[in-house]
């Protein structure tokens, strides 16, 4: 059974930044394309970004974090970091990393159409003064 953990979430003023991690158990997250969505109170679901596995190392982001979010993997770690600078209010969520379905769907239709398999039950970020 996938299972993923999210850890790295906080509180952080406007204009701060936090570094979210994804966890593994049992099985290496570099045999698939992960994502990170986030989930407001009384919003829906959104994707945040994506990065391809090994084999197929692509990444993306929706404009809502292009520019200010920059994901990351280490596979010696088996970890994939989600770095989240210029935080601003409306980023408030809890945040969830992922399995993508594949590769393929580490995209803009991937993201916006909420390609996971599996995910974690997320870590909350805070952003206010």
């Known amino acids: 059974q996938v299972q993923l953990t999210e850890s790295g979430g906080g509180l952080v003023e406007p204009g701060g930044s936090l570094r979210l991690s994804c966890a593994p158990s049992?099985?290496?997250?570099?045999?698939?394309?992960i994502g990170w969505f986030r989930q407001a109170a009384g919003k829906e679901r959104e994707g945040v970004a994506c990065?391809?596995?090994?084999?197929?190392?692509?990444?993306y982001y929706l404009d809502s974090s292009k520019g200010r979010f920059t994901i990351s993997r280490d596979d010696a770690k088996n970890l994939v970091y989600l770095q989240m600078d210029g935080l601003k209010s409306e980023d408030t969520a809890g945040y969830h990393c992922?399995?993508?379905?594949?590769?393929?769907?580490?995209?803009?239709?991937?993201?916006?159409?909420?390609?996971?398999?599996?995910w974690g039950q997320g870590t909350q970020v805070n952003v206010s003064s």
């Open positions: 049992g099985f290496a997250l570099a045999d698939y394309a």
């Open positions: 992922g399995t993508i379905v594949s590769d393929n769907f580490c995209s803009d239709y991937g993201l916006r159409n909420f390609a996971f398999g599996s």
């Open positions: 990065i391809g596995s090994t084999s197929d190392p692509r990444t």
